[in-house]
């Protein structure tokens, strides 16, 4: 048994002082409020639940500082993102991911959404383990101390009715059945663990292979790309004579266990669909306005039913603090209004429904029976000082570089600022470096 004392926390009835937390086999087995510490690890400031990271692209954390060459274009970062995805190999995969996956915890995250596409060899030859890349990303989140959901992707287009080119043919199964019979191959008993599927977009994935996609792990986490940019609504609606939304309704992909990522460019037709289908909207406002993409309905969707989550997608920042607070002031940008989000209502986005729709179930929320995730974060730096032990203050003051402690299923895998085992830093730059020259 471990034990916990948080300076202040926040509890399913909000913030609390003196909370004395234990923990018996990775899981908080008691939660007292106004209790002495005692011999307990201390945790200073305020004390979240694990925060979730709902959508993730590993291997683009290779492309932060370079794609803003001469101003940087959305041409520009694909082109770059394609080198990068031209090298990689398991072993180098591995290294990158690990890093990444280290900043991560570093910042407050306990779980990982990994949207996985970059299955096989260059030219979309087989490794042995036609996995391996899988595997790769899943004992490097092990390594780097977090839960992962492995969404393993199908990507088998290269556009509506378009090959796929030279660097895609890495993320191709042929179709979506030589998907599916792979995907069944990938299985992990861990509790730490999630597989679940994927289709990369209406682009990727032809619409009569949708419903295909969809059905092959009916109980486990379904992401997409969805409406991300205007071109993509245009190409749908010239296809198929319908939003992307209403495709993947038709095609059985809206769900309560489904989640469309980024969500940008809807109807109020596809607002209903997403809402009334119970469909998570993930959003991802770092890399929203790095790409240029646009700004969702983040509210619109929220009344009509569809819960937040929230990623950090290209990893141009890792800080779900900063997107936490990008979607409110985003909305405010939108609207020329203030007030659209609570401070109450991000912090669940990034965490007790983060978590849940990834097929963390038991996690980001701080009672006992859950997981024991612990993110403490300084209530007095430089950013924070003098506003207070509050949840505007973890929202819209504080970021990343303020989390000092985290406790991921029990175990303490940043203390004071630094991760137990990796130097990320030295790691960072020595796996992208190994690929990108």
Same mark, same amino acid.
């Given at each position: 048994m471990?034990s916990f004392?948080?300076?202040?926390?926040?509890l399913p009835?909000?913030?609390?002082?003196g909370v004395l937390?234990?923990?018996?086999?990775?899981r908080?087995a008691?939660v007292e409020?106004?209790?002495s510490p005692g011999?307990?690890?201390?945790l200073?400031?305020?004390v979240?639940?694990?925060?979730?990271?709902?959508?993730?692209?590993?291997f683009?954390?290779?492309?932060?500082g370079r794609t803003?060459t001469?101003?940087?274009t959305f041409w520009?970062?694909r082109?770059?993102?394609?080198?990068v995805a031209?090298?990689l190999?398991?072993?180098?995969y591995?290294?990158?991911?690990r890093a990444?996956y280290?900043?991560m915890?570093l910042?407050?995250?306990t779980?990982?959404?990994?949207?996985?596409?970059?299955h096989h060899a260059?030219g979309g030859k087989?490794y042995?383990?036609?996995?391996a890349?899988?595997?790769a990303?899943i004992a490097?989140?092990?390594d780097?101390?977090l839960r992962?959901a492995?969404?393993?992707t199908?990507?088998?287009?290269g556009?509506?009715?378009q090959?796929l080119n030279?660097?895609q043919q890495?993320f191709?199964d042929?179709d979506?059945?030589?998907?599916?019979?792979?995907?069944?191959?990938?299985?992990?008993?861990s509790?730490?663990?999630?597989?679940g599927?994927?289709?990369?977009?209406?682009r990727g994935?032809?619409?009569d292979?949708l419903?295909?996609?969809?059905?092959?792990?009916?109980?486990a986490?379904?992401?997409?790309?969805?409406s991300?940019?205007?071109?993509e609504n245009?190409?749908?609606l010239?296809?198929?004579g319908?939003?992307?939304?209403?495709v993947?309704d038709e095609?059985?992909?809206?769900?309560?266990?489904?989640?469309a990522?980024?969500? $940008?460019?809807?109807t109020?037709?596809?607002?209903g669909?997403?809402?009334?289908?119970a469909?998570y909207?993930?959003?991802?406002?770092t890399t929203e306005?790095?790409l240029?993409d646009?700004?969702?309905?983040?509210?619109a969707?929220r009344d009509a039913?569809?819960r937040?989550?929230?990623?950090?997608d290209?990893?141009a920042?890792?800080?779900?603090?900063?997107?936490m607070?990008?979607?409110?002031?985003d909305e405010?940008?939108?609207?020329?209004e203030?007030g659209?989000?609570?401070?109450?209502?991000?912090?669940?986005a990034?965490t007790?429904?983060?978590?849940?729709?990834l097929?963390?179930?038991?996690?980001?929320?701080?009672e006992s029976?859950?997981?024991a995730?612990l993110v403490?974060?300084?209530?007095?730096?430089v950013r924070?000082?003098?506003t207070?032990?509050?949840?505007e203050?973890?929202?819209?003051?504080a970021?990343a570089?303020?989390? $000092?402690?985290v406790?991921?299923?029990?175990?303490?895998?940043?203390?004071?600022?630094?991760?137990?085992k990796?130097d990320?830093?030295a790691?960072l730059?020595a796996?992208?470096?190994?690929v990108?020259?």
């Open positions: 471990t004392w948080c300076e202040q926390a926040l009835t909000g913030l609390a002082s937390v234990t923990v018996v086999d990775g908080f008691s409020a106004d209790a011999d307990a690890v201390r200073s400031g305020i979240l639940p694990g925060l979730a990271n709902c959508h993730s692209h590993a683009h954390r290779a492309l932060r803003q001469e101003r940087g520009t970062w082109e770059q993102m394609y080198a031209s090298v190999t398991p072993d180098s591995y290294q990158l991911a990444v280290g900043e915890v910042s407050g995250i779980a990982v959404g990994e949207f996985h596409y970059l260059p087989r042995d383990d036609p996995n890349m899988g595997q990303l490097a989140a092990r780097a101390g992962i492995l969404l393993d199908c990507y088998v287009a556009g509506i009715d090959p030279e660097v890495r191709s042929g979506a059945s030589g998907w599916a019979s792979r995907v069944l191959s990938l299985t992990d008993s509790d730490d663990v999630v597989i599927a994927a289709a990369h977009s209406v994935v032809p619409v292979q419903g295909a996609v969809a059905s092959v792990l009916p109980n986490p379904l992401h997409i790309h969805m991300e940019q205007v071109a245009v190409a749908c010239a296809a198929y319908r939003t992307p939304a209403q993947l095609t059985g992909f809206l769900d309560a266990r489904t989640s990522v980024h969500a $940008t460019h809807l109020p037709v596809d607002v669909l997403l809402g009334s289908s469909t909207s993930c959003f991802c406002p306005r790095d240029a646009g700004i969702g309905p983040s509210v969707l039913g569809s937040l989550t929230l990623g950090s290209s990893h920042v890792i800080d779900l603090f900063e997107e607070r990008a979607v409110e002031l405010r940008l939108a609207s020329q203030r659209h989000w609570s401070a109450a209502e991000l912090v669940a990034a007790v429904d983060g978590h849940r729709s097929g963390f179930e038991d996690a980001g929320v701080i029976g859950a997981r995730d403490a974060v300084r209530a007095a730096s924070t000082a003098g207070g032990a509050s949840l203050t973890l929202v819209f003051a970021s570089p303020d989390v $000092t402690d406790v991921v299923s029990g175990r303490q895998v940043v203390a004071d600022g630094n991760h137990v990796l990320v830093a790691d730059a796996s992208i470096g190994a990108t020259g």
